[in-house]
């Protein structure tokens, strides 16, 4: 069965430091999501992504995130300095169609230290 | 600006006991949809069900039933003889037609069944 992919599964980074999160959706979906956790919080959502552009961002996703689709299967989430708040764990969704279900990776657990 | 609530926060059952998870929403639209996620220990996100506004009918699957009425905007869903595997935080979501699929979570539900 088809499934997103996101890697690493867990990254611990130094405050300030950039971070690149690496999500490959299901590959003939159209609609690609990130959202954010933090610990035993629920699930927020930052981005959608439709057409190489961002189609939606919450508040929380400020001039230090950006995504890209840099090659047609890798999805990307950059933080570029990050933040002791930033410590939570990044999911990353995927949809073949409007009002379809989401399919989301396992998540990336960023630890910011 | 749609939302939704999950007013329990921890369900503690005893296995074999049916248990209820309750969850309210709220939104401008006529067109939306529902949805319940599973999230185990080990942290991932686990579809269960979708449903759109316009689909009232009640939903059972095995041991896992959803029940929605929309006049009192709510979405409870009903595990029965619940399992030591069904521990795990359950998500109630919202998303609406003009929101680009966006979901809107819930705060979750901690469920723990107990032998």
Redesign the interface.
């Known amino acids: 069965e088809p499934e997103v992919t996101q890697t690493p599964s867990h990254q611990v980074t130094q405050m300030g430091q950039e971070v690149i999160l690496r999500c490959v959706p299901i590959s003939n979906h159209l609609?690609f999501?990130w959202?954010r956790q933090i610990l035993g919080?629920?699930?927020?959502?930052l981005v959608?992504f439709?057409n190489n552009e961002i189609?939606?961002k919450s508040e929380i996703f400020d001039d230090q995130f950006s995504v890209e689709r840099p090659d047609g299967s890798n999805f990307t989430l950059k933080i570029r300095s990050t933040k002791l708040e930033d410590s939570a764990?990044y999911?990353c969704?995927s949809?073949d169609g409007?009002?379809?279900?989401?399919?989301?990776?396992?998540?990336t657990?960023l630890t910011v230290v | 600006a749609q939302k939704v609530t999950q007013a329990q926060t921890e369900i503690s059952v005893v296995e074999k006991e049916d248990v209820t998870l309750d969850c309210v929403y709220e939104t401008r639209d006529t067109t939306y949809y529902l949805f319940w996620y599973k999230q185990p220990p080990s942290g991932e996100l686990v579809f269960l069900i979708r449903r759109n506004s316009f689909d009232e009918q009640n939903e059972i699957s095995g041991r896992y039933s959803w029940n929605f009425q929309k006049s009192t905007s709510s979405f409870n869903f009903t595990i029965t003889a619940s399992q030591v595997v069904d521990s795990a935080v359950y998500f109630c979501a919202l998303s609406e037609n003009n929101a680009g699929n966006m979901l809107t979570f819930g705060g979750g539900t901690r469920l723990m069944v107990k032998p």
């Not at chain 1, 409007?98 to 998540?107: I, K, P, V």
Request: charged content about 20%; aromatic content about 30%.
């Open positions: 609609y999501y959202y919080q629920k699930v927020e959502f959608s439709y189609s939606e764990m999911f969704a949809l409007m009002n379809t279900e989401a399919f989301f990776g396992q998540g657990r």
